[in-house]
Nanobody
Framework: VQLQASGGGLVQAGGSLRLSCVVSGGNFSRLIMGWFRQAPQTEREFVAAINWSSRNLYYSDSAKGRFTISRDNAKNTVYLQMTSLEPEDATRYFC????????????????????WGQGTLVTVSS
């Protein structure tokens, strides 16, 4: 399974970006998909996740109300719509995929995801 993230770039504070992640080589419609972010010298931070049917959405406290995760199973793509971006959101964002995660409690752990993309960089100017 390969993941290719895109959509990062430079945006002013208060602006919006939409990240995309295309998945190939697997049964995308059965994967749990997540977005994480990681700044240099820090641990990966959970941002959002979505189950295969889009019925269950999960967000970090910092993402809730500003970011929206969605997926298009026909296009093998998961999205992260980010609005009201703040300088603190500037970092590299990674998409991740998991065939199965047994509980909500560990869905936010990066170790629960088997496949990872290369990341896309988001820069927010103040």
């Amino acid at each position: 399974v390969q993941l290719q993230a895109s959509g990062g770039g430079l945006v002013q504070a208060g602006g919006s970006l939409r990240l995309s992640c295309v998945v190939s080589g697997g049964n995308f419609s059965r994967l749990i998909m997540g977005w994480f972010r990681q700044a240099p010298q820090t641990e990966r931070e959970f941002v959002a996740a979505i189950n295969w049917s889009s019925r269950n959405l999960y967000y970090s406290d910092s993402a809730k109300g500003r970011f929206t995760i969605s997926r298009d199973n026909a296009k093998n793509t998961v999205y992260l719509q980010m609005t009201s971006l703040e300088p603190e959101d500037a970092t590299r964002y990674f998409c991740a995929a998991a065939p199965y995660i047994p509980s909500y409690e560990i869905l936010r752990l990066d170790s629960s995801y088997r496949y990872w993309g290369q990341g896309t960089l988001v820069t927010v100017s103040s």
